[in-house]
């Protein structure tokens, strides 16, 4: 059963950083993208960046890019966000997401149950 | 980037109707378009991807058709725990985009 754990979630002043992590078990990570996907509280979905099995394609909504860095650890098994420059917009559930294949172009197809991110003075 | 744009944002009907709710890309997406539906506190799940394939484990009722900058996800007989939010996402170019959600309610 694929499994997926995020942590690193919490307050954070406006300006400051914070590296959001993802847990992967079940699956073969190493064979798969990955995504990170935002929910600002009563609002929708929106996808903040994919990673292919190699890195070699990284993707980042305009609203995070040159703020936010995506990153995976195939031998640990992990996915990070390091997010710098925090903005209130920020603010939202930040989900882990597995891609359907390990290329640039997949959906999403199983997530974690996110980590809470507030950006507030 | 690519602008999804689904409709209605929200609706309301009663089990056993058959419903319909498009999503428009800002351009050609080919078939790279998936269908989730959240509950409230849930994450969301894939329903359909590849604009038309089910996701394995999701009922027959609910269906995805359409290519190029059209699509439909269509729920034949509507049962009481579909009421949820819909979204469409296009993944044929970064930056990836969702669709702004379909609530539907029950009547």
């Known amino acids: 059963e694929v499994q997926l754990v995020e942590s690193g979630g919490g307050l954070v002043q406006p300006g400051r950083s914070l590296r959001l992590s993802c847990a992967a078990s079940?699956?073969?990570?190493?064979?798969?993208?990955m995504h990170w996907v935002r929910q600002a509280p009563g609002k929708g979905l929106e996808w903040v960046s994919g990673i292919p099995w190699n890195s070699d394609s990284i993707g980042y909504a305009d609203s995070v890019k040159g703020r936010f860095t995506i990153s995976r650890d195939n031998a640990k098994k992990s996915l990070y966000l390091q997010m710098n420059s925090l903005r209130p917009e920020d603010t939202a559930l930040y989900y882990c997401a597995k891609g359907s294949n390990e290329y640039s172009r997949s959906s999403c197809d199983s997530w974690g149950q996110g980590t809470l991110v507030i950006v507030s003075s | 980037a690519i602008r999804m744009t689904q409709s209605p944002s929200s609706f309301s009907a009663s089990t056993g109707d058959r419903v319909t709710i498009t999503c428009r890309a800002s351009q050609s997406i080919n078939t790279y378009l998936a269908w989730y539906q959240q509950k409230p506190g849930k994450a969301p799940k894939r329903l359909i991807y590849?604009?038309?394939t089910l996701q394995s484990g999701v009922p027959s009722r609910f269906s995805g058709s359409g290519s190029g900058t059209d699509f439909t996800l269509t729920i034949s007989s509507l049962q009481s725990e579909d009421f949820a939010t819909y979204y469409c996402?296009?993944?044929?170019?970064?930056?990836?985009?969702f669709g702004q959600g379909t609530k539907l309610e029950i009547k």
């Open positions: 079940g699956f073969t990570f190493d064979d798969y993208a």
């Open positions: 996402q296009q993944y044929y170019n970064y930056p990836y985009t």
């Open positions: 590849s604009a038309s």
